[in-house]
């Protein structure tokens, strides 16, 4: 836990933050970035059907940190 002494309230849910990137080939590099220095990986980067390449890894209280970038031909 990254805050001693601080507890999520029951019922809470985690919070989710989205970082976008410039490149997909970003969205994997800080990936590996981040689950190299030991955070834990949720979901690893994947083209996502809505045409973003997308991942999540976790901080940690549990939070989700989203990481995407459009893929080419999408905004």
Same mark, same amino acid.
């Given at each position: 836990?990254? +805050?001693?002494?601080?507890?999520?309230?029951?019922?809470?849910?985690?919070? %989710?933050? =989205? %970082?976008? %990137?410039?490149?997909?080939? !970003?969205? !994997?590099?800080?990936?590996?970035? &981040?689950?190299?220095? *030991?955070?834990?990986? =949720?979901?690893?980067?994947? !083209?996502?059907?809505?045409?973003? +390449?997308?991942?999540?890894? &976790?901080?940690?209280?549990?939070?989700?940190?989203? &990481?995407?970038?459009? &893929?080419? *031909?999408?905004?």
């Amino acid at each position: 836990m990254a +805050r001693p002494g601080w507890h999520r309230g029951a019922g809470s849910p985690p919070v %989710f933050l =989205a %970082f976008r %990137f410039d490149s997909p080939a !970003d969205v !994997d590099a800080t990936y590996a970035e &981040l689950t190299g220095a *030991g955070y834990t990986g =949720a979901r690893e980067p994947w !083209d996502a059907f809505w045409g973003h +390449r997308y991942a999540t890894v &976790l901080d940690p209280d549990g939070n989700g940190i989203d &990481l995407y970038c459009p &893929l080419p *031909g999408h905004s």
